[in-house]
Each structure stands twice: as structure tokens, then as C-alpha cells.
């Protein structure tokens, strides 16, 4: 099993930027495809980024492509969002989320382990 803890979030003004951490502990990180997922206020949970074992492959959504980036750094058993130009629409609670599974995925049923969440708001 692995345990997630999420932190970076809080106040932005829309154009600026955050970086979000996930710190894994449990059995080693690198094991495990990662992923962000975050979920509005009254919206479901939508997928965000993913990144696989290695970190040489990378999923976004569209409506974040461009904007944030993931990335991970196995030493530190870490996977990071940074967050640029960041819009109103943006504001959720974003999710850390981890798979033993090959490949990463959009999918959140693909995922095993999931953080507890920290809170994003962008000002308009």
C-alpha cells in the first residue's frame, strides 16, 4: 500500500500560478503511475494529469494542457503539479491519486490510493 499527503493549495489571483506536491510514503512511489484529479463545488471528480512510472509519459486534460504541468521526483518519492495562468475555473479541491498498473490513466476507477485533497481557490 502506499499513503498520500497533498500540499501547496490555497489563494490565488487568476493569471498566477501554485505548485502542488503529493509526498508518497508506504511502499516505494516509483512503482506506482500517478495521477491528479480535482472536483469542483457541485461538480463530479475530473481527471487533471498522470504521469507514469518513469516520468517520461504525461496525460493532461484539455482544459488544463498547456497551463499545468506534472512531474515527479523518485527521490523524494514526489509527484508535483505546477499550476500557471490559472483561471476562476480552476478553483476545485484537487486530488493525489496512485495505481500499481502499467500505464497511466484518465480513468478514476484506475486508481487504488487517493490523498485526502487540498483546497485550490482562484480569485477572479
Known amino acids: 500500500q502506499v499513503q498520500l499527503v497533498e500540499s501547496g493549495g490555497g489563494l490565488v489571483q487568476a493569471g498566477g500560478s501554485l505548485r502542488l506536491a503529493c509526498a508518497a510514503s508506504?511502499?516505494?512511489?516509483?512503482?506506482?503511475?500517478m495521477g491528479w484529479f480535482r472536483q469542483a463545488p457541485g461538480k463530479e471528480r475530473e481527471f487533471v494529469a498522470a504521469?507514469?512510472?518513469?516520468?517520461?509519459?504525461?496525460l493532461y486534460s484539455n482544459s488544463v494542457r498547456d497551463r499545468f504541468t506534472i512531474s515527479r521526483d523518485g527521490a523524494k518519492n514526489t509527484v508535483y503539479l505546477q499550476m500557471n495562468s490559472m483561471k476562476y475555473a480552476d478553483t476545485a479541491v484537487y486530488y493525489c491519486?496512485?495505481?500499481?498498473?502499467?500505464?497511466?490513466?484518465?480513468?478514476?476507477?484506475?486508481?487504488?490510493?487517493w490523498g485526502q485533497g487540498t483546497q485550490v481557490t482562484v480569485s477572479s
Open positions: 491519486a496512485a495505481d500499481s498498473r502499467r500505464l497511466p490513466t484518465l480513468q478514476e476507477v484506475g486508481y487504488a490510493y
Open positions: 504521469i507514469s512510472r518513469s516520468g517520461g509519459a504525461t
Open positions: 508506504g511502499r516505494t512511489s516509483s512503482t506506482y503511475v
